[in-house]
């Protein structure tokens, strides 16, 4: 079976779970860059997707992030909503994909 493509927002609307629990952990990309993912464990994982379980790849930019899930490399990506709205989902490479999970909205990591 397929699995899903998922695309996430940060503080709007995120990414998701495996559908199937014998399933590898979903392939995250995320732009390294983006200030909420400077922030690390003491493992060196992300803080603020380790409760996602996910294995977390980091580019440079967002345009590479949607190549790789096209090329069926990656699962899905958290960014900002707007970005992906606009960047990905409105164009033809987008159709099929949409946003799913819970927003990403914990005020440590994204402000007020």
């Known amino acids: 079976m397929k699995k899903l493509m998922l695309l996430g927002a940060l503080a709007l609307?995120?990414?998701?779970?495996?559908?199937?629990?014998?399933?590898?952990?979903?392939?995250?990309?995320?732009?390294?860059?983006y200030p909420p993912f400077a922030s690390k464990a003491p493992d060196?994982?992300?803080?603020v997707l380790a409760p996602l379980g996910a294995e977390i790849k980091p580019y440079s930019s967002q345009n590479e992030i949607y190549l790789d899930i096209g090329a069926g490399r990656l699962d899905g990506t958290v960014a900002?909503?707007?970005?992906?709205?606009?960047?990905?989902?409105?164009?033809?490479?987008?159709?099929?994909?949409?946003?799913?999970g819970p927003a990403f909205t914990d005020v440590n990591y994204f402000g007020d």
């Open 13 to 33: 609307s995120v990414l998701a779970q495996p559908v199937f629990a014998d399933e590898k952990p979903l392939k995250i990309g995320i732009e390294a860059a």
């Open 44 to 47: 060196g994982s992300i803080e």
């Open 80 to 100: 900002d909503a707007t970005l992906l709205q606009d960047g990905f989902l409105n164009t033809d490479s987008g159709k099929g994909y949409a946003f799913v």
